[in-house]
Structure formats: structure tokens, C-alpha cells
């Protein structure tokens, strides 16, 4: 048990499309103390559009971090500074996006090949703010895989102050595959980052991509600060469960039951109702591994993915949930 751990030991990855809100609250019903992150948020999106549709969150998803999306350093002071204003406990710039859409708005994995702009955007997030400014990338672009280039880049964007990088251990191909094809083709290469950690060893660096199981967990701690884990989390979240007391410092016992973490988002559910008309449908889609590995999962998970049950609460689907799990388990 690790009893003073670092904020970055272990965290969720930023997940378009995944990691909003009600994801963070279901996985924060299951680990207390894990590090959770934002989708990607753009600047423009902050600048021009509804912020507290993309800000807001719930108390208990702290320890909590904002990704942005972003290369103007005036416009990501700008929204570092609603981070600060929202609560947030940290602003990660995001390096390492290597869809089309992001390299057409000038970030994401694209600007690994500016790194003294990274430097600049980094520099003026840090004089706006006194959260710990951060950055997510990759080991490299394309298919050049050059321990110099990532190491210069990490090095130049340390002249702004930051210490704390984030490294998803494979290259972000910028044409020729799909972001879906990014996360599994460019060969993952997890020694870059334990390189990384040697060569720059006053700072934090935590690696992201490929890991699955807690032996992982533990060999990678033994040469970096932090893991990250990204769809592992979210297709297998009670993986997760035994994280507080494992690797987080937790008196045991910590975990939860399965069983207690849905009844936890059943009332979140009926408050999201009350409070703003968010169907439960588009809760529950968030919670859909919760029981993978038990018998009855997949009758269970047809129950919750079941919209002509949209109209009923979120209480009355669950007991229905609860019935075909437990119709499976032999007497």
C-alpha cells in the first residue's frame, strides 16, 4: 500500500464522447481517489459556446482535471482561468489528439512538432492560474520513431514550468489511419517513457496506453510516477474497485459492492431527472461493464440498454436489472 501517493499515481484518461460528467460520477462510484479528466474541451468551445454545459460537474468527481484543446496561448489562459473559476484541480493540454478534425483546428498530436509554441501556451496557462498545468502526448508523429524528438520536446516545454507530462507510449500517425486505428497500430513503447522518467527525473511522467491489469499497474510504478488508463477503465470498471487500497493509500476495507455502485447511480439518476430532465438513458450507457466477468451481464446490461423502458424511472429499470442478473445465478 502506498500511503502518501503522488495526484497523478493512477487516472482515467480524457475519452471523447465517454468521459463526461455521469461517466466520471459512476467511475468515481468505484474508486474515490483516482485521478479523472474531462472529455477534450476546445477553446472555442469555452470562448463561444455554453460553458457550463461544458464545465460543470458534480463535488464528488474531485480530484478532477479539464482537458483543453488548443494553440492560441491567449485563448487557453482564457479558459484555464474559467478552470480555476469552475473548481478544477488541474488544466491538461492536450499533445496527443491525431484525428483530422483536431489537426485542422491546430492541435492536438500536431503541435509535437511545435514544441516551443507548446511551451508558449503552456507559459501563459501557468501565469493566469495556480493549478498545476499539464500536457498529454505522444512518443512521436508519424512514423518516425526518434527518442531525441520526444525527449526535445519534453524538454522544451519544461522551460515553461511544467513538470507533470502525460505520455500515451505509442506515435500519433497523422494521415493514413483513424483515431480508433491510432490507439492499436504504432507499436506501443512503454520503454520511451520509463527513458523519459531517467533522463528528466525531478519530473512527473505518467504513462498511458496498452495496460490492462493491476501486475501492469505495479510494474509500471516501479519505473514511472502514474498510470493512466483509458477504454481498460470504461469497458471494465470494476477492475478498478481495489485501486484505493492497492495503490492509493485507502484504509481497508475501501471498494464498494457492484451492487452498492448501482443503487448509487439509480439516485443520481432520479437527482439528474429532477434537476436538469437528463434521461436515465443517457446515464446508464456509462455503466454497462459494471457487471462483466458475472453470470447474467449481458441480460443485465439488456435491461438497462433497453429504450422502449426510457419512460419508466431509473428506481423501476433497476429492479428490473436486478431480476434478470439474478435469474442467472443457479440456486
Not at 26 to 42: A, D, N
Not at 252 to 258: G, K, L, N, Q
Not at 259 to 288: C, F, K, L, N
Amino acid at each position: 500500500m502506498h500511503a502518501n501517493p503522488n495526484p497523478w499515481r493512477l487516472a482515467v484518461a480524457p475519452m471523447m464522447d465517454w468521459t463526461d460528467r455521469h461517466c466520471r460520477y459512476f467511475h468515481r462510484l468505484v474508486t474515490r481517489r483516482t485521478r479523472l479528466y474531462t472529455e477534450m474541451v476546445t477553446t472555442g468551445a469555452l470562448l463561444h459556446g455554453d460553458v457550463p454545459r461544458h464545465l460543470d460537474f458534480s463535488a464528488e468527481e474531485h480530484p478532477l482535471a479539464l482537458q483543453l484543446g488548443g494553440s492560441e496561448p491567449a485563448d487557453l489562459s482564457a479558459c484555464a482561468r474559467l478552470a480555476a473559476q469552475w473548481g478544477y484541480d488541474e488544466v491538461n493540454l492536450n499533445c496527443g489528439c491525431p484525428s483530422e478534425r483536431v489537426q485542422r483546428g491546430a492541435f492536438g498530436a500536431c503541435l509535437m512538432a511545435e514544441p516551443t509554441l507548446v511551451r508558449d501556451c503552456v507559459a501563459a496557462m501557468r501565469e493566469a492560474v495556480d493549478l498545476p498545468v499539464t500536457v498529454k502526448h505522444r512518443i512521436g508523429i508519424d512514423q518516425t520513431e526518434s527518442y531525441d524528438f520526444v525527449r526535445d520536446f519534453v524538454g522544451t516545454v519544461a522551460d515553461s514550468g511544467c513538470t507533470v507530462f502525460i505520455v500515451h507510449a505509442r506515435n500519433a500517425w497523422l494521415k493514413g489511419l483513424s483515431p480508433k486505428e491510432n490507439r492499436e497500430v504504432p507499436p506501443l513503447r512503454h520503454d520511451v517513457v520509463h527513458r523519459l522518467k531517467r533522463d528528466f527525473p525531478a519530473f512527473t511522467f505518467v504513462v498511458n496506453g496498452g495496460l490492462n491489469d493491476c501486475a501492469q499497474i505495479d510494474e509500471q510504478l516501479a519505473r514511472v510516477d502514474g498510470v493512466m488508463w483509458g477504454r481498460e477503465a470504461y469497458h471494465h470498471p470494476w477492475k478498478m474497485a481495489g485501486w484505493d487500497v492497492r495503490f492509493l493509500g485507502a484504509a481497508a476495507p475501501a471498494a464498494p459492492s457492484r451492487e452498492a455502485v448501482e443503487a448509487g447511480m439509480v439516485d443520481y439518476m432520479d437527482r439528474q431527472a429532477r434537476a436538469s430532465g437528463t434521461p436515465w438513458t443517457a446515464i446508464a450507457r456509462h455503466m454497462m461493464g459494471l457487471y462483466n466477468g458475472v453470470p447474467g451481464a449481458r441480460r443485465w446490461r439488456q435491461v438497462w440498454s433497453d429504450h422502449r423502458l426510457k419512460m419508466l424511472p431509473a428506481s423501476q429499470v433497476a429492479r428490473r436489472a436486478r431480476g434478470a442478473l439474478d435469474a442467472a445465478v443457479p440456486a
